[in-house]
């Protein structure tokens, strides 16, 4: 069974950079075409952050597009998301995803979450 | 403001049955049969219930139902039990961008 497990830290101070891992274990990352980030605010509902196919054919919410970049290292079965000059909007749970279906529109696995706040 | 719209909250009895609705256009839901449906507990991660509107992942109960007509998809619950009490979320294929939609959330309360 495909698992996902984000780490990163949990405390990210205004304007500074936001890097998570998600390792996936049970199966290849190689074997999917597609990997995704999505994030949910306190009490909000779900937001795409982005994905990438093939490894190498990244898509960004365009909301998001000019501060991250998702990547995918296949020799470590992890994918990777970096965001750029946080702000306290930024505070969320954010889940790893294996985006399926037409255009990897939904996501059938995810990982647990990771909460990360961005707060001085 | 979310691109598909689903009630607030919905409740019911145990044993009976709920209906969840998710509207959306005909760039999205009324377009395709690519809807999906989400359960999520508290602190939990959300976990695929319903796909291609009325298909079911292995290992979901036979209690949880999808249908469509028009631009609104449903959710039906029959037979409620108390571990059904949970946010549900519908998304959906659209052609207006590169991520599928999501409904803003339906909060299930079991009496």
């Known amino acids: 069974q495909l698992q996902l497990q984000e780490s990163g830290p949990g405390l990210v101070k205004p304007s500074e950079t936001l890097s998570l891992t998600c390792n996936v274990s049970?199966?290849?990352?190689?074997?999917?075409?597609?990997w995704g980030w999505i994030r949910q605010p306190p009490g909000k509902g779900l937001e795409w952050i982005g994905k990438?196919?093939?490894?190498?054919?990244?898509y960004y919410h365009p909301s998001l597009s000019d501060r991250i970049t998702i990547s995918v290292d296949t020799s470590k079965n992890q994918f990777y998301l970096t965001m750029n000059s946080v702000t306290v909007a930024d505070t969320a749970v954010y889940y790893c995803?294996?985006?399926?279906?037409?255009?990897?529109?939904?996501?059938?696995?995810w990982g647990q979450g990771t909460l990360v706040t961005v707060s001085s | 403001q979310s691109a598909l719209t689903q009630p607030a909250s919905v409740s019911g009895s145990p044993g009976h049955s709920i209906t969840i609705s998710c509207t959306g256009t005909?760039?999205?839901?009324?377009?395709?049969?690519?809807v999906s449906w989400y359960q999520q507990h508290p602190g939990k991660a959300p976990k695929l219930m319903i796909f291609?509107?009325?298909d079911r992942p292995s290992g979901v109960s036979d209690r949880f139902s999808g249908s469509k007509s028009g631009n609104t998809a449903s959710l039906t619950i029959s037979g409620l039990q108390a571990e059904d009490e949970a946010d549900y979320y519908c998304?959906?294929?659209?052609?207006?961008?590169?991520?599928?939609?999501f409904g803003g959330g339906t909060k299930l309360t079991v009496l």
């Open positions: 291609d509107v009325t």
């Open positions: 049970g199966g290849s990352i190689s074997s999917s075409q597609n």
């Open positions: 998304t959906s294929y659209t052609n207006k961008g590169t991520f599928g939609v």
């Open positions: 005909s760039n999205d839901i009324g377009g395709y049969n690519y």
């Open positions: 995803v294996r985006p399926t279906g037409v255009g990897g529109h939904y996501p059938d696995f």
């Open positions: 990438i196919f093939y490894s190498v054919s990244p």
